[in-house]
């Protein structure tokens, strides 16, 4: 509670496990009735001989038919707008990192219910109203800028809308105004801190207590990099613009998963081959179903990110389930000479080492029909000790560790601090010359 008004939902966010899943049956049943309305699911339903009637408890989710982001674009631009486009007060798109994008719809209790659950996301994280934020993502269709920025005002925090890039810019309003509270992707906050190491500067200097840290996969060991960089807490932000986009799930404290708000979204991990729910914490496809939304509700959500739910409750005494660190995106996977790689598999390795900087690209190619893997690092600003001997012994350390990771030969190339592209908001961490 703040200032009497419960502005950050803690009446769900402190639910009894029971009361959570009985406030999940009664919102699942609403949220078909609501999805009914539009135009995609009432077909949906139709085709599946689906009866609204027949769904009464969260148990029932898995008689509902899943939606994938095919059936997003499919319905573009309205199809899945399930009321009066009077009641539509905003509109977001996905940031189309995978094709064309597709567009959310939102009334004005639905933009309530996201700035609550933002508000509550970074009440958790520890902020409070005598905070100042910098919110250095960017702003407009991209769901991290207005989903954080509502969510901090909501929270009364001295909001400072930065925007994403103009480094300079951002270093110097986070001095000149005392900002203890940011939001970023992983990938510009490394950027950031080496481009203050490089000249000379201190990230620590800056006084940041808290980073919300989110939008893009990202390894343990980058948390760790950032945490030692700039000394404060990082905390994971997951979400995604069909879901309404940050605020889905975040770390408390512990850092030991994200939290996902179950009053605001049925969780499912399946099989993406056989659909069907994986056994009790393995790893999967998260499937998310909208119980909260009103003017596009989505039902059983095929994210296409790979997690786990963790077992055991949290230390917090929060009920609502873990979600561990994202493995990336099941279209993310690479496959290399037959083997399946992740990129954060490749993160892993290259952040534990203090000498190399924090951005990298993994470069394919094909040579002879053999699929080639260079990984191109940079070294850390001011870690070079002019040593060549050294450096080449570093650079056959790290092939073995990457071959040792994956299983077969991964080139190194090591280059200059700021050679490789920097990325304001999602990295590009992979470039793929192979062809089809
Ligand atoms: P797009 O799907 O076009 O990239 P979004 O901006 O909606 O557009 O991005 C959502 C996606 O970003 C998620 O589905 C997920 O793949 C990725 N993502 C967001 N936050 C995280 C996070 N904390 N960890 C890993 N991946 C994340
Ligand atoms: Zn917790």
């Not at 402190?14 to 999805?35: C, D």
């Not at 534990?352 to 002879?368: C, F, M």
Request: hydrophobic fraction near 35%; proline fraction near 5%; include cysteine.
């Amino acid at each position: 509670m703040i200032d009497g008004v419960d502005k950050t939902g803690t009446f769900y966010e402190q639910m009894p496990r029971n009361e959570l899943e009985s406030f999940q049956s009664k919102a699942l049943i609403r949220t078909v009735a609501r999805a009914a309305q539009s135009q995609y699911y009432s077909n949906k339903f139709k085709e599946n001989g689906l009866d609204v009637n027949d769904i009464k408890s969260r148990d029932d989710i898995v008689k509902l038919p899943f939606t994938t982001k095919e059936d997003l674009r499919l319905s573009y631009p309205t199809g899945m707008l399930a009321v009066s486009p009077m009641e539509v007060v905003r509109m977001h798109t996905s940031s189309g990192t995978t094709g064309k994008p597709t567009a959310i719809f939102h009334s004005q209790e639905d933009i309530d219910n996201w700035s609550e659950l933002m508000a509550r996301c970074l009440a958790m994280a520890g902020a409070t109203a005598n905070d100042v934020f910098q919110n250095m993502t960017g702003y407009g269709l991209f769901t991290g800028g207005l989903g954080l920025h509502y969510g901090a005002e909501r929270l009364g925090m001295w909001v400072i809308p930065a925007g994403a890039g103009n480094t300079t810019r951002q270093i110097m309003l986070i001095r000149d105004f005392g900002v203890n509270v940011i939001h970023a992707t992983p990938s510009y906050a490394m950027h950031v801190a080496e481009r203050m190491v490089q000249d000379g500067d201190d990230p620590r200097s800056l006084g940041i207590k808290i980073a919300v840290l989110g939008a893009e996969p990202y390894s343990e060991e980058m948390r760790l990099k950032l945490q030692d960089l700039y000394g404060f807490t990082a905390f994971n932000s997951y979400g995604l613009s069909e879901m309404n986009g940050p605020g889905v799930g975040f770390e408390c404290p512990y850092q030991n998963g994200m939290h996902v708000w179950e009053d605001s979204y049925l969780v499912e991990v399946i099989n993406p081959e056989t659909l069907q729910p994986v056994a009790e914490g393995e790893v999967g496809e998260l499937v998310l179903t909208t119980l909260r939304r009103k003017a596009m509700p989505i039902i059983r959500y095929r994210t296409r990110d790979l997690t786990r739910v963790l077992p055991d409750e949290c230390p917090c005494s929060r009920k609502h389930i873990r979600l561990a660190r994202m493995l990336g995106r099941s279209d993310d996977m690479l496959i290399v000479r037959g083997v399946n790689v992740f990129p954060s598999q490749i993160e892993e390795v290259i952040m534990q080492h203090s000498w190399i900087g924090g951005n990298y690209v993994i470069y394919l190619t094909r040579k002879e029909s053999l699929d080639q893997m260079v990984v191109k690092v940079e070294i850390a600003p001011g870690a070079f000790d002019g040593s060549i001997d050294t450096l080449r012994y570093r650079r056959t350390e790290l092939q073995h560790q990457l071959k040792d990771q994956v299983g077969f030969n991964v080139g190194v190339e090591v280059m200059e601090p700021g050679s490789l592209p920097v990325s304001e908001g999602k990295a590009k961490r992979v470039i793929d010359e192979r062809g089809v």
